[in-house]
């Protein structure tokens, strides 16, 4: 029942997705009469304000939890759905930008891995997979779902849409089945053995912010988040573009998410196994080259075939991305404190996400396609990949699952 809500939090984290976001790119700029590189400014200006929002938002989250939090960010996501699509000038758009990653790819989606992290620990890899068929599906539905309402009523209606979709389809499933933690009502972690009354009851255990701050293990998973955050926003946000820069038509290249989708949801449950049985920096470090490799992939693309090539490497990506993103905090870093170190450690990703986009932008504007940009953007990615193998280890006094160290 909780992953099965987190994979409908996960779905309805869309609208603040940069895959939603890639379908609205060129609509936006003819209606407002702004480049694209004015676009990506907004964008990357709007994320890294949300960015630091973050560890605040975090720090909310351990105090309420994720079951009031839901409810908050629900409510404002929709609203900031609505603020979005009335957009009439590059000021009131950034605001849009960042009330809509910060409620969507940054609040919705830290909860949802906070409350699936409270629930698993051993069969954790493999419950974050499935948590992650949620995301699978709004990139499946939602950049498909866009470019049909904004053929057919146009892309500010398409925004009223969405927000109330969100509302529809996300609070009620939080209000009636959502629980923060299985000892809150007497259930045990993983589904093990409930403790009776006079059993001693379980301490959660984990670092606080300040002492994460002190581990290697912390700076090192941020630096990986700031590449992950930044690379998948690349690709998410400008594959429409780029691929139509490449002879595609803007319908093609929408579609390519669904293939994409249908990857993840092929592979995210064995991706959740690998998690669980094999050392964790090496899983990562398996992400750090298919997002490099996925960059090279785009480039490549001449035709609706080597799409979904491409589609299909950057499908892996993503699974391996969403299951990384709630798994990984709580590996490192325990449950006791975990929304203020995934508020910091997510704000490490925002920031990323908010910075990518520009040089991208900057050369499909400039300089007549971003393919030499995103080669180099793919080195990077296996140089940090290189990195993670070499010095990534778990900080001392934090429960490692058998074999995973």
Known sequence: MIVFV???AMFCSGPGQSYTFSVFIDPI?????ISKTAIATAYAVATLAAAFLLPRAGKLLDRFGPR?????????????????GAAMNFIWLAIGFAMLRFMGQGSTMMTAANLVSQWFLARRGFAMSLMGLGFAASMAVHPLLGEFLIDRYGWRTAWIFLGMMTWLIMIPPVLFLVFDKPE???LAIDGGDVPSLDDEQPVLSGLTIEQAKKETAFYIICGVWFVVGGLVTVLHFFQVSVLSEQGLDSAEAARLFSVSAMTMVLTMPLIGKLY??????????????????????????????????????????NAFMLTMFGYIWPRYFGRAHLGSVQGVGQMTGVVGASIAPLPVGYAMDTLGGAST????????????????VIKLRTPHGIEVPPGLE
């Open 373 to 388: 940009v995103l080669q180099l953007l793919a080195l990077m990615s296996m140089l940090v990949g290189v990195a993670v």
């Open 276 to 317: 669980d049985n094999v050392r964790t920096r090496y899983v990562v470090a398996i992400e750090m080259f298919l997002i490099g490799f996925a960059l090279i992939a785009i480039t490549q693309v001449d035709s609706f075939a080597t799409g979904v090539i491409y589609a299909v490497i950057f499908g892996l990506t």
């Open 184 to 186: 809150a009502i007497g």
């Open 6 to 8: 987190a994979g409908i």
């Open 29 to 33: 700029s003819r209606d407002l009469d």
């Open 68 to 84: 009031v939090t839901f409810i908050g960010v629900s409510l404002l996501l929709g609203l900031s759905c609505m603020f979005f």
